[in-house]
Antibody, heavy 120, light 110 residues
Framework: QLQLQESGPGLVKPSETLSLTCTVSSGSISSNNFQWGWVRQPPGRGLEWIGDVFYTGGTSYNPSLKTRVTISVDKSKDLLSLRLDSVTAADTAVYYC????????????WGQGTLVTVSS | QSALTQPASVSGSPGQSITISCTGTSSDVGNNNHVSWYQQHPGKVPKLMIYDVSNRPSGVSSRFSGSKSGNTASLTISGLQAEDEADYYCNSYTSSNTWVFGGGTKLTVL
């Protein structure tokens, strides 16, 4: 059973960079051409898609975050990464890493999520 | 891109059926069949209930079903049970190669 686990700082200062990683276990990030991505959820609010990275290395981002976000994979370490620049309090959220089957909406694996608070 | 439109809340009694709508545009819901639905209990990870409009992942109860007509997708839960009380979110692929979620619907089982 594939497992995803997010990790990173729980507190980030405004204007700084949020960096998270997602470790893939009981599976490989480079197997079967899955697509990997991030979804976030501000406290008490709904889900927001951040972006996906494809097995080709290409990426797709939420237009509202596109200028600040970078998603990448390190296949040698089975790591998925998220970088969000110039954060504000509005970026406070639980961040989830996910896996999706290509050419479907089957986003079948989610990490447990990690809360990141943006505050000075 | 704008969030898909869902009712803020719906309710039903045990045993009844309810339907949650998810309205988008011809650039998302109406443009393809990559619409999915998630169930989320408080403090828990979202759980995929329906993908590609009407497909159930392994292990999801047959009481959950999905459909689509034009720019509106729907999730129907039949034989409502207390454990179905949760937040539900729709999600759609868009013509811009992005994904968009609905605002979420709180289901209350009376």
């Amino acid at each position: 059973q594939l497992q995803l686990q997010e990790s990173g700082p729980g507190l980030v200062k405004p204007s700084e960079t949020l960096s998270l990683t997602c470790t893939v276990s009981s599976g490989s990030i480079s197997s079967n051409n899955f697509q990997w991505g991030w979804v976030r959820q501000p406290p008490g609010r709904g889900l927001e898609w951040i972006g996906d990275v494809f097995y080709t290395g290409g990426t797709s981002y939420n237009p509202s975050l596109k200028t600040r976000v970078t998603i990448s994979v390190d296949k040698s370490k089975d790591l998925l990464s998220l970088r969000l620049d110039s954060v504000t309090a509005a970026d406070t959220a639980v961040y989830y890493c996910t896996r999706r089957v290509p050419n479907t909406s089957l986003r079948d694996s989610w990490g447990q999520g990690t809360l990141v608070t943006v505050s000075s | 891109q704008s969030a898909l439109t869902q009712p803020a809340s719906v309710s039903g009694s045990p045993g009844q059926s309810i339907t949650i709508s998810c309205t988008g545009t011809s650039s998302d819901v109406g443009n393809n069949n990559h619409v999915s639905w998630y169930q989320q209990h408080p403090g828990k990870v979202p759980k995929l209930m329906i993908y590609d409009v009407s497909n159930r992942p392994s292990g999801v109860s047959s009481r959950f079903s999905g459909s689509k007509s034009g720019n509106t997708a729907s999730l129907t839960i039949s034989g409502l049970q207390a454990e179905d009380e949760a937040d539900y979110y729709c999600n759609s692929y868009t013509s811009s190669n992005t994904w968009v979620f609905g605002g979420g619907t709180k289901l209350t089982v009376l």
